[in-house]
């Protein structure tokens, strides 16, 4: 049974709006965990979206065929390496849930 996982993530707001100069940090550690995933057995997709009334605030959805592959995926020590290095950019630790389908 396929399952997925939120993570919400939340950009500091940072004084005069330089909170824009966080992507260029964030960005490619985020494309680094998806291409990690991408090659992680059991894992189907992934979106990333933007909170339209908190900009602040993202939403990531990934697809794994079964709570196995994620649960592995989640004790993957290079995803573990990638997501501290994006939870130390944002200076907040990213909330995992994860949902069946009954």
């Given at each position: 049974m396929s399952i997925r996982v939120l993570m919400f993530r939340?950009?500091?707001r940072l004084y005069g709006g330089m909170e824009a100069g966080l992507l260029p940090q964030i960005g490619p550690?985020?494309?680094e965990a998806r291409k990690l995933a991408f090659r992680q057995p059991g894992y189907?997709?992934?979106e990333t979206m933007r909170n339209v009334?908190?900009?602040y605030e993202f939403l990531v959805i990934s697809t794994w065929k079964?709570?196995?592959d994620w649960e592995r995926w989640f004790a993957n020590k290079e995803r573990e390496v990638v997501e501290n290095k994006i939870d130390?950019?944002?200076g907040a630790t990213t909330e995992y849930r994860v949902y069946s389908y009954d």
């Open positions: 939340k950009m500091p550690l985020l494309v189907i997709s992934g009334a908190d900009p079964s709570v196995d130390a950019v944002l």
